[in-house]
């Protein structure tokens, strides 16, 4: 190290296939972004100083919240634009190693892995529906009304319990109708992760109900998109609302690989 520079690291963003990153395209709006390569694998990494991504500082930065929301930013836009034009297994977020030696040996040791992973995931979108349920406005203004009513304390209560027995009862059947439905169109998906929101409180407000991530064949997107939407027509006037967004980075698909990745 020349004297008066400080020590740097190696950061990943991602792994891809085929010809290096071109090294003038400007993915990252504050750093240099390069490839490093072994034989078909390409690493989209950049020099990074261990003064703040290191492990005695990088804890501090991570609970600042300016530092961490421009830094995930800036990592999100180079696996996004990669992403545009090739297949990518994005790594997580401040994945970094202290030499590019170390991270060649990594593409060498797992290049098989990578490989595959890469496959499963070529010519494929993942794509994250999200299924919310409102309460109805009649119950609102019933419960409002009751509210406003001249009641004893004692009947207040009992009708207050009642209320909230029916809330829960609305919303286990909720849960029981979005995974009835979200069925008519995850024959689509490669792929699905699906995470059940427990029952929430029976305050007012919508209650997100399901959080699926999909991993879809590019082909397909259209298809399921249409269906998609069909559905949150049909849904909508039982208080149903769906919300679908991407294309994303595959990281729920490759969390297997890119998650246990070690940064030495």
């Known amino acids: 190290m020349k004297p008066g520079h400080s020590p740097t690291g190696v950061y990943l963003y991602c792994i891809t296939e085929g010809e290096p990153v071109a090294a003038e395209e400007v993915l990252h709006p504050s750093r240099p972004v390069h490839s490093l390569v072994y034989e078909n694998l390409v690493a989209v990494a950049s020099r990074?100083?261990?003064e703040e991504f290191g492990e005695g500082t990088l804890h501090a930065h991570l609970e600042d919240p300016d530092w961490l929301e421009r830094e995930v930013r800036g990592h999100e836009r180079v696996v996004e634009k990669v992403m545009a034009s090739r297949t990518v297994l994005p790594?997580?977020?401040?994945?970094?190693?202290?030499?590019?030696e170390r991270l060649r040996a990594l593409l060498e040791s797992r290049k098989e892995e990578f490989r595959r992973t890469l496959a499963t995931l070529r010519e494929k979108e993942e794509w994250e529906v999200k299924m919310y349920f409102e309460p109805t406005a009649a119950a609102a203004r019933r419960t409002a009304a009751q509210a406003r009513a001249n009641l004893s304390g004692k009947d207040?209560?009992?009708?207050?319990?009642a209320e909230d027995i029916e809330a829960w009862q609305a919303m286990t059947e909720a849960h029981q109708q979005a995974q009835q439905s979200f069925e008519k169109v995850c024959g689509h998906a490669e792929s699905i992760q699906l995470k059940l929101i427990p029952p929430q409180d029976s305050s007012s407000g919508p209650k997100l109900l399901l959080d699926v991530a999909c991993l879809l064949a590019k082909p397909r997107v259209k298809a399921f998109c249409q269906q998609l939407e069909g559905l949150g027509n049909e849904l909508s006037g039982r208080g149903f609302r769906l919300l679908l967004t991407g294309p994303w980075p595959p990281y729920h698909f490759a969390t297997g690989v890119s998650q246990d990745v070690a940064a030495p």
């Open 48 to 50: 990074v100083p261990l």
């Open 91 to 100: 790594m997580k977020f401040c994945t970094i190693f202290r030499t590019g």
């Open 156 to 161: 207040f209560l009992l009708k207050r319990k």
